[in-house]
Structure formats: C-alpha cells, structure tokens
C-alpha cells in the first residue's frame, strides 16, 4: 500500500494523525516517514498520534510509535500518543511493553491542551 | 517435523479455519479472522486484543523468520469456549528458546516480546522447535464468564 493512506492535519503548530485503520508493516513504516516529512515541511513543534480506532496494538506498531515520537523529538517536535483503549494498555504491559517516555492522554481534546500548554510555555521562554 | 499434539480434553472443535502465511498481508488475515471470532463468540475486549495481539506477534514471527508457514485458528466448545491457534512452519527454528521465552531477545530486529509477550496474554503456551527443521506453536484462551 502506498503511504498517504494515514491522514495528517495540521492544528495551530500541532500535526495530528488519526490511524483509523488495521495497519501493514509496510503502511507503519510509511507513516513515520510521512509524519517526519510533514513535520519538516509544516515546521510543526508537536505531533499528536490518535489512535482510538486500534483495537489491538502489537509489539510491531508499539514500536513504530515509540520510535516515531523519539524522532519527532530529535527534529524538536513532542508527541503525545492519545486515545488508547483499556484493552490494548492491559495487552502491551502484560507483553512487557510499556512504552516509556512516550507521553499520554485519554483523549484527543486533552493531548490538545496538551500541546497548547507547551507550545504557549515555549513562545513565553 | 510432526506437529505438535496436545493433550486432548473434551473440548471439541466447533470450528476449524487454515491460512496459509507466506506473504506480509497474511499478518492481517490471521488477525481480522481472530478477531471476528472473538467477537461472534463474545470474548471481552482484553481477551480479544489479547488474542489479535497474539494472531499478530506469531503470524509475523512464521513471516519474518521462516517466510512461509500454516495457521490454523480453532473454536473450542465444551461446557466453556475457547481459542486455539496453532502455527506451524518448517523454518530455521529457534536456537536458543531459553532466552526466546525470557523476553529481550531478538534476531529480527523487534522487541523480543513476540515469544515471551505472547505467552503472557494466553492461558495455554505450547512450543516446540528444532533448530534447521521448524517450529509449532499453540495457543489457547479460554473465554471468561464473570
């Protein structure tokens, strides 16, 4: 599959993208490349993974967000994976995932307050 | 190699599905089919993201390792139901499954929590492997009446 197939909006200097379907290795792969590109070229300094619809996350895409958030922070931009369902945190503690130093919210409106609070802390700087 | 044979019980296969896994989209295959027959049984959602997660971390081990391989996906019924996936393959089999089965050990460049995760989200583990000949692995879950 080719990548696009994840859509990635921009709100204010936030990227957000909504992974909404069963993803392929190859679409995974794709996604970080697309999410990174984007953050160049929108010069966004948060990113904000939605990923609500996934009802099962394995060791794979765990992986593939941890990493994507710990490069979006190399390019300086902070990633807050939002809307993780009860059953897929019990799954990946139980594998021994546990996703550290990746941050969290419950919700999408709460990751945008989020990226809000941070971004009006770095114009105050 | 001859596949695995677990001990029998009186659960009975209620139902019976085989996919062949040889290409990275079988991934998928393996894991939607589990998960619809998580649902049509009413397992809750931790045992059926338990059981996807599961269908996922071992499909993809057949694919990344061996390159081709069989699952075989079973509803089991008695006085309880349950989930029985089996896969086989007749890849390089796992050397060391000491330390496969301790977590943090990877020759494919993931987590190493495939083997050692896996077993950690099912009520029954069963693995046998011989280097140079194959693998099997089976697992269970059995469905909760709270």
Do not use: C
Request: hydrophobic residues 45%; proline residues 3%.
């Amino acid at each position: 599959m080719p990548s696009g197939t994840i859509p990635i909006l921009k709100i204010g200097s936030t990227l957000l993208a909504t992974i909404q379907i069963d993803l392929h290795d190859t679409v995974v792969d794709a996604f970080q490349n697309d999410v990174l590109e984007e953050i160049e070229k929108t010069a966004a300094s948060g990113l904000i993974i939605d990923i609500s619809a996934l009802e099962a996350v394995d060791s794979y895409v765990a992986r593939m967000l941890a990493n994507t958030g710990k490069m979006a922070k190399l390019m300086g931009a902070e990633t807050v994976i939002v809307g993780m369902r009860p059953a897929v945190a019990a799954t990946l503690v139980r594998m021994g995932y546990f996703m550290s130093g990746i941050r969290t919210a419950l919700s999408l409106q709460e990751g945008l307050e989020i990226q809000d609070n941070r971004s009006k802390d770095r114009n105050a700087e | 190699m001859k596949p695995l044979s677990l001990p029998v019980s009186a659960d009975v296969v209620a139902e019976s599905w085989e996919i062949r896994i040889d290409k990275e989209a079988d991934i998928i295959a393996v894991r939607q089919l589990v998960r619809e027959l998580t649902k049509a049984h009413k397992f809750d959602q931790f045992a059926t993201a338990a059981l996807a997660t599961a269908a996922s971390e071992l499909s993809r081990n057949v694919w990344v390792h061996a390159k081709s391989g069989q699952a075989s996906v079973r509803v089991l019924r008695s006085e309880r139901v349950g989930l029985e996936l089996a896969f086989v393959d007749q890849g390089p089999g796992i050397a060391n499954l000491e330390l496969a089965l301790a977590g943090g050990y990877s020759t494919a460049n993931s987590l190493g929590l495939g083997l050692s995760g896996t077993r950690r989200l099912v009520d029954e583990f069963h693995i046998e492997t011989k280097p140079g000949f194959g693998t099997t692995i089976v697992i269970r879950k059995w469905k909760r009446d709270f």
